[in-house]
């Protein structure tokens, strides 16, 4: 099979990159504040819970005409003064629904729900800014792709440069496709929640007869960050090598449901800068700062075009993140919203600078700005410090031999004033000996705490249900 994009796309996209590697970072920084600066001048005039935020906070929107009074002054939205509190058509341009043509739900993971509504021209965005990532880091406009969605359902990902399968959770349905479908196309693409991509991936190997390393298999992971030894673990079974620029790998970008699909996104080269990150002290301690421990935050680039993002003091170890959409076809514009993620922006050039003066040099390709993301700032209290679930999985992904008896789902808590880490076994998998030894060895790399291990068989972890993976995991 061809592939099949137009060459008007292919053109477009060509443009476009042409212009995220020509264009200065002060250049693309100064398009941002302007878009910043008319988008709240938009939001001012035409949303109504808008116009209400800024009356109670006393702001004349007239006034709002740089970045300076715009950071100062407009409001910090969150979901408990936009979703909670007013009714949906109150959030959105000119107080209607009219132009919706889908909608998409946050996951619930707070227990308030969040809604991200898309205009047709807002979704023809979407798709254009979806398909210049997969053709900057997989050549999707030169290869043949299929392309099959594993995230739960009602998350869709807007492409028009492959043939799209959406399958959701259904594990069954994806080994069919990759049976059938592999040899019509130079390279698939799945994309799914990290813990449901571990289980496809290891169930394909070991029950589906799939040979993943004969395959040009690519993984793009949502929902939550990975661990960097979750990488590597993934990469091995599917055969990635990633110093090849051309070869298969393993991938992670981020979306906010009421924002977007795809905010921030990994590439090639955030990939490389990470893992060298997270194999070097020193280095990690310049890129990341020294209270990073031994685990590497997301590493991710985002567009200064398509969102504005702003750092707010949360606590002594991190920043939250504030974004505001900036694209005119926003149906609900937030601006300065806090999605609750913890973490760092980089200019391009602080990025450059640092990897200039390492021992391996390597220039980011695009001219675009950095954001590391740290989660959510949840931990467990121990007696020798917090336990940070990052630090669990690095350590699970840490030695293959762990890893593949085990789903992934992991619960932390106090037993009487100790620390405990409970692991959910996949099925027909069992425990060896010294294995919770040799776990705590690793997690020693990540973290102070010496907490106690206790693994469950498959069906008796009370914390996850049957094979639902239709929702984040709560770990703590």
């Not at 298999?217 to 990633?242: K, L, P, Q, S």
Request: charge should be negative; hydrophobic fraction near 40%.
């Amino acid at each position: 099979m061809k592939p099949f994009a137009s060459e008007s796309d292919k053109e477009e996209r060509r443009e476009m990159l042409g212009f995220l590697r020509n264009t200065s970072p002060a250049q693309m920084a100064e398009m941002a504040i302007e878009a910043a600066i008319a988008a709240f001048q938009r939001a001012a005039k035409r949303v109504p819970a808008y116009r209400e935020l800024l009356t109670e906070a006393g702001v004349d929107y007239q006034e709002i005409t740089n970045i300076e009074a715009f950071v100062k002054y407009a409001p910090l939205l969150n979901k408990d003064n936009t979703f909670v509190r007013f009714s949906i058509h109150e959030l959105c341009l000119d107080g209607n629904l009219d132009g919706v043509r889908s909608m998409l739900t946050s996951s619930g993971y707070s227990g308030k729900f969040c809604f991200g509504v898309n205009t047709a021209d807002n979704l023809a965005r979407s798709s254009k800014s979806i398909d210049l990532g997969l053709q900057y880091i997989f050549d999707v406009d030169n290869r043949s792709t299929l392309l099959i969605n594993g995230l739960p359902m009602g998350v869709k990902v807007n492409t028009k440069a492959t043939v799209l399968a959406e399958t959701s959770v259904r594990d069954d349905m994806i080994y069919a496709l990759v049976k059938k479908f592999a040899p019509e196309f130079e390279q698939i693409i799945i994309v799914g929640e990290g813990s449901f991509i571990k289980k496809v991936i290891e169930d394909g190997q070991e029950y589906h007869g799939i040979d993943w390393k004969a395959l040009r298999v690519h993984i793009i992971t949502g929902e939550e960050g990975i661990a960097e030894n979750y990488r590597t673990y993934i990469g091995d079974i599917i055969g990635a090598d990633f110093d090849d620029p051309n070869g298969k790998i393993v991938m992670s970008s981020m979306g906010v449901a009421e924002l977007d699909l795809n905010i921030f996104h990994e590439t090639r080269e955030t990939v490389s800068i990470r893992r060298m990150a997270h194999a070097d002290p020193d280095f990690r301690a310049k890129l990341f700062g020294p209270n990073t421990g031994g685990c590497c935050p997301m590493f991710f680039i985002y567009y200064p075009h398509r969102c504005l993002v702003e750092e707010l003091p949360a606590t002594d170890e991190y920043n939250e993140l504030v974004i505001s959409m900036l694209s005119e076809e926003m149906k609900i514009p937030l601006l300065r919203y806090r999605s609750g993620d913890y973490g760092k922006i980089f200019t391009y050039s602080e990025v450059s600078d640092i990897l200039q003066k390492t021992k391996n040099p390597r220039q980011p390709d695009l001219k675009l700005p950095f954001v590391a993301v740290s989660g959510r700032g949840k931990f467990l209290p121990t007696a020798q410090g917090k336990l940070y679930p990052e630090a669990v999985k690095e350590a699970i992904y840490a030695d293959p031999r762990f890893a593949v008896l085990l789903t992934g789902n992991f619960h932390l808590s106090n037993d009487d004033g100790a620390a405990l880490i409970e692991f959910q076994l996949r099925k027909e998998h069992n425990i060896y000996p010294g294995a919770a030894e040799q776990f705590l060895a690793h997690l020693r790399d990540y973290s102070e705490a010496k907490p106690r291990v206790v693994f469950h068989e498959y069906s008796t972890f009370q914390y996850a249900m049957e094979i639902d993976w239709e929702r984040k995991f709560n770990y703590l």
